[in-house]
């Protein structure tokens, strides 16, 4: 199963800050800030998410097809995500909405470093 998924940024300060208030509406929080690498989640013992700072200091670029999906918890809740991400600088890559009639709904947003994010409910 997931421990956790890396995105690589430019600006750490600005990721930590984006991320946490971000993902704090779903119960996450910086737990672990190790320098070039900090993670977010609920708990060490659930999927988080880390921001870092490449190992070989090279400039962060997002991966073409590499997405991370966050499941809130309803469609609501997606489109609060949504909103939120966009306010804090993040921009559209797919307004919030029904993808597959009565099973898939679902809001994308490229966060400041041009990595890709869903914001999804299923049923």
């Known amino acids: 199963m997931i421990s956790y998924v890396t995105l ?4 750490l300060t600005a990721a930590k800050a984006f991320y946490g208030e971000l993902l ?3 119960g996450g929080k910086n737990l672990m800030d190790m320098g070039r690498i900090a993670f977010f989640g609920k ?5 988080m998410v880390a921001v870092c700072e490449p190992f070989d200091k090279q400039s962060a670029n997002p991966g073409n097809g590499n997405m991370v999906s966050f499941q809130p918890g309803s469609k609501e809740l997606v489109d ?3 909103q939120k991400s966009i306010a804090l600088g993040a921009s ?3 307004a919030p909405g029904q993808r597959i009639a009565g099973k898939f709904y679902g809001a994308y947003v490229k ?3 041009g990595n890709k994010l869903c914001f999804c409910h299923f049923g």
């Open 24 to 26: 704090k509406d779903l």
């Open 80 to 82: 609060t995500l949504y």
């Open 92 to 94: 559209c890559d797919g």
């Open 8 to 11: 690589g940024v430019n600006n």
């Open 111 to 113: 966060d400041p470093d």
């Open 43 to 47: 708990s060490m013992a659930q999927p």
